[in-house]
């Protein structure tokens, strides 16, 4: 039989695995263990949880043009857990950012960038800005509303420095977003930055073992002080990753994930906003207009990571003592303070921005809507597409197609037969009564000599009939319309009362033509119903009923077109349209 | 790799101050290592696993079952058996494709306007059936099966003969029932 310790001698002798892991176990953290030399540990907790949750995540997302926002409204709405793989990446990538940033501060404050520590504070500079980057491509991949319109503020940045344009082509893989612009933030996303943070973290590490945990004891007290690393330093380690990752489990479930917006569509009213982390870049692009962008957008940023960077030449404190480096700790103070603030003030201002608020309120409204559509799969084209699974958009089409070139639904199609643009509105009805014959209404139908002589609806001018009658009349004909259309628009029942009495005294001869009860034949339509879906599918059907327009009609039966869903379809898209006047 | 000798006296005396406290110590903080590093883990690793089998319980593409138009009977004439491709409209995860080729089924007139669909998928390992006209056989190229014209297997690999689907006629329109079946099974059994 082999025993464990054979089994380990055998693997070690071959590998050197094991007695590589012993000597990292036994490793002495100088000054002892503590929470704060969990900062690299939490950030590979981090990054490990970002790669796991990455995988599968690109399972299920495809990098093209059409195809990215359907995939990840796939993947938030419908895969098991989708929306919390979505949502725990999106804030385990804020937590890298936080935590970056936090440990490039506690090495600043503890004197951790000075000699021999250069190449370790460089390293954990460049992880923070890293974690940035991550960041920030990830943020872009839904291509949503809100990715689209931050790209295209980022790249125009990009693009408005001397020398930026082909550095904005090189990114975007070409001049116009396509699906190249996707394959490339993909690949630098899943690919060149994690490989590169991977790196910078084994560099860093290196380092950390070269040089030891940074303390603010003397070297001797520390060596003193100093414990294992295994169990001792990893248990605050493990704690703070524990910690770290319950938050963001708490976040994740409170928040419901992150927002997928819906696909970008002309029109939209949405101003999207960078990242949090990049407020107090955008805040600062307000003060530098014109030639003098270049200092917002290139020369104070640079000149903030070359102060950072170079932050252990420029540190020439004898001692490591808060009080010796005071000058230094100003100036990241500073530098700190000036991005809390400019941050702030950015906040603040689209806090009281009203109209940044109804657009980001409608994006919110529009992102529902638009992933519920999705949820039948949406067409090859992908993106704006997805609105032509709304049965709305297949009544368009029908209407475009089968009705446009007599009729006009919100302002759009021929005048050979009535507007619906407002159909069946007070104003309407109002302007129907006073004048049929108007182009708007039956006076653009053409017809031919030979069709039987048409007699239509008398004008009725404001001489013949008072506008408190009118009034009166219209509320009546509404309170035809059924209890559900009548309730919709707030009929006054006594207006409508008023009405019908002078509907039936026949003081302006309504009722010698209009029948009001079901299945009644006049002269003139019978108006039980009207306006109601059921009125205008039996329309749409047949208008040369008997008791609709009679041989008077010159439109088409439809009956034996469309099916009665479509008619069904039809009659919606009218009703619908005619509420939203700006629709 | 701590490269200073001297760095091995610390440890020394702290393990030599208090041995007894020290070894009850360390063995909590082996366990709470164990204990909440698995608990980190599992946050991101179990629904990541979730997500991950989200295949095995949806389906991710739709695959009709449904009556699919292969066109007027007077296609079909009798003698020699006729491919068809069936269309419909297609779900394969988050796309939605309008009117596209579903799959190939060989349809014969036996007479009498009595028809016969087949899957056009060797049951074998999937690959397209030929109709050989000198034999009047099928055959599969991949690996030689060869089936009679009413479908049932004469020679090689093939666990059964061609599947049947189910064809309907309403007036002069034909109509099929395009369906997919295990392959390598014995029995024809639904995929």
Sequence with gaps: ?583 | MSTDPSSDQPVQQEDASAPAEDSRRVFMKVLGVGGLGACAAAISAVPALAAFSYPLGHETTSNGGNFLVAGKLSRFKPGEPVLVDLFADRVDAWSRMVNVKIGSVWVINNGDNKLRAMSAICPHLGCLVDYQKAEKKFLCPCHTSWFKEDGSLESGPSPRGLDDLEVEVKGNEVSIRYRRFKLGAKDKEPA
């Excluded at chain 1, 000597?23 to 100088?30: G, I």
């Excluded at chain 1, 597409?385 to 759009?412: M, W």
């Design chain 1, 1 to 583: 039989m082999l025993s464990l310790q054979q089994l380990q001698a055998w693997v070690d002798q071959r590998t050197g695995a094991i007695s590589a892991f012993r000597q990292a176990a036994q490793r002495r953290v100088p000054g002892g263990a503590k929470l704060w030399n969990a900062f690299p540990s939490v950030l590979l907790f981090l990054f490990a949880q970002e790669v796991v949750l990455g995988i599968v995540m690109a399972m299920y997302y495809s990098p093209s043009a059409a195809g990215a926002w359907a995939s990840v409204a796939y993947l938030n709405d419908q895969v098991t857990l989708g929306w919390f793989l979505r949502g725990l990446h999106h804030h385990t990538s804020y937590a890298m950012v936080i935590v970056g940033a936090l440990y490039v501060g506690y090495l600043v404050i503890v004197g951790g960038y000075r000699r021999p520590r250069e190449v370790y504070w460089i390293s954990a500079v460049i992880i923070a800005l890293l974690c940035i980057g991550m960041a920030l491509s990830g943020s872009l991949l839904p291509w949503d509303e809100q990715a689209l319109g931050r790209i295209a503020v980022e790249t125009s940045i990009m693009a408005s420095v001397p020398g930026g344009e082909p550095q904005r082509m090189l990114l975007v893989g070409g001049k116009e977003f396509g699906n190249f612009t996707l394959l490339r933030l993909y690949s630098f996303h899943v690919f060149v930055l994690p490989v590169l943070f991977t790196a910078l973290l084994l560099l860093h590490r290196r380092q950390v073992v070269r040089h030891g945990e940074v303390s603010s004891l003397s070297a001797d007290e520390a060596r003193a002080r100093a414990v294992r690393f295994f169990p001792h330093q990893l248990f605050w380690d493990v704690l703070a990753m524990t910690l770290v990752g319950t938050v963001l489990l708490i976040a994740t479930v409170n928040t419901h994930g992150t927002e997928l917006f819906g696909p970008l569509v002309s029109g939209s009213k949405f101003q999207a906003r960078p990242e949090w982390y990049f407020l107090f870049l955008n805040q600062l692009l307000h003060y530098f207009e014109g030639p003098a962008q270049i200092i917002g957008t290139v020369i104070l940023p640079g000149a903030a990571v070359s102060f950072l960077v170079a932050l252990p030449w420029v540190d020439r404190a004898e001692s490591s003592s808060l009080k010796a480096r005071a000058p230094v700790l100003a100036g990241v103070g500073l530098l700190m303070a000036g991005i809390v603030t400019l941050s702030a003030i950015a906040v603040a201002r689209d806090h009281n921005d009203k109209e940044y608020n109804k657009g980001v309120a409608q994006a919110h409204k529009f992102a529902e809507y638009t992933r519920e559509l999705a949820k039948a799969g949406v067409l090859p084209e992908g993106g704006e597409a997805v609105l032509q699974n709304d049965p709305k958009y297949q009544a368009i089409t029908l209407f475009k197609e089968h009705c446009q070139n007599c009729h006009t639904v919100a302002g759009e199609g021929g005048s050979e037969a009535p507007d619906f643009s407002d159909y069946n509105s007070r104003a309407w009805l109002s302007a129907l009564i006073r004048n049929a014959q108007d182009p708007r209404f039956f006076g653009g139908i053409k017809r031919k000599p030979t069709d039987p002589k048409h007699e239509g609806m008398d004008p009725y001018p404001a001489k013949d009939l008072p506008d408190a009658d009118l009034k009166a009349l219209v509320e009546y004909c509404l309170s035809l319309s059924g209890e559900e259309a009548a309730k919709a628009a707030h009929v006054d029942a006594a207006l409508a009362k008023k009405g019908a009495d002078l509907w039936e005294s026949g003081t302006y001869n309504c009722s010698d033509c209009h029948e009001v009860t079901e299945g009644e034949t006049g002269d003139a339509p019978n108006l039980f119903g009207h306006g109601s879906k059921a009125w205008l599918v039996k329309t749409i059907t047949n208008s040369s009923a008997n008791d609709l327009f009679g041989k008077d009609a010159k439109m088409p039966k439809f009956g034996q077109k469309l099916t009665p869903e479509q008619m069904g379809q039809l009659a919606d898209y009218i009703i619908e349209s005619a509420q939203k006047p700006n629709n």
